[in-house]
């Protein structure tokens, strides 16, 4: 990897340590010192979880009130990097490691780098880097301003992925994350810059361009197409299949009541297209 001169002048501390920032789990944006570099791991899934440069080498991340520590490890956790399980690699800038439901990123410790991250983790869902469910409501509001100004007929839609609770019982954690990316991949390149969002866990929600009777055949279509992603696991390709629910979105329509009521019917939905009045 190719590491870029910083300007003239820049203080030399921010470049000796770099920073390891939660970007997913319960204290997003807290993070901690390196001492060196790069970060090396040993071991792979099912054994221990050795960072090099980091004391004490053997480490088990601990939730508390004041945020993230690192401690000596308890049981045995399962790693990845960049969403790939691995038994041995190095992790640089900007990639991530995946300990159990945590993701980390690594990123240089200074007061720009870590300002960046905590934009993105305020905005983006951490495990997909789709809007989390904030920020889609923010991209909405200022599309539907767009739309209604200009004539053009609104529909929203969300599909909820089931068996995702089956696959990380199964499968583990990493094994959940990898597949939401991969979706939530399949997802951006079919819908281009609609706002699109992961929301309340195992939901995807976009607001499209026309209305309920144009766009349910699309919206169907891409419905059964999540079935067709697959991440491979120690035993093998795994997939989830997804229900979906549509609804018109004309202008003054409360879109929060609107959204309330396509979960509700996406809970008792157990296959199909729904169509929420």
Known sequence: ???????????????????????????VGCKFELRRRQVTIGGGVGDDVRLDGLAPCVVRLDRSPAGWSVTCLADTLEVAIDGSVASRGALPIDSELWID???????PSSPEAYD????????LDGVTGLANQRWLHELVGRDR????????????????????????????????HRLLRALAVRLRATLGDRPLGRVQGACFTVLLEGNLDARYPFVDTLRRAIADVAVETERGPTHVRAVAAIADVPAGRDLDALAARMAERLATTVAGLVVVD
């Open 116 to 123: 960046d991250v905590l934009f993105r983790v305020s905005t």
């Open 101 to 107: 439901t945590a993701i980390l990123r690594l990123v």
């Open 1 to 27: 990897m190719t590491l870029v001169a910083p300007p003239e002048g820049t203080p030399r501390r921010t470049l000796d340590a770099d920073a390891l920032v939660v970007v997913h789990g319960r204290a």
């Open 145 to 176: 301003v767009r739309a209604d100004r200009a004539g053009v007929p609104l529909s929203l839609a969300s599909f909820r992925l089931v068996g995702l609770a089956e696959i990380g019982a199964t499968h583990g954690p990493v094994a959940v």
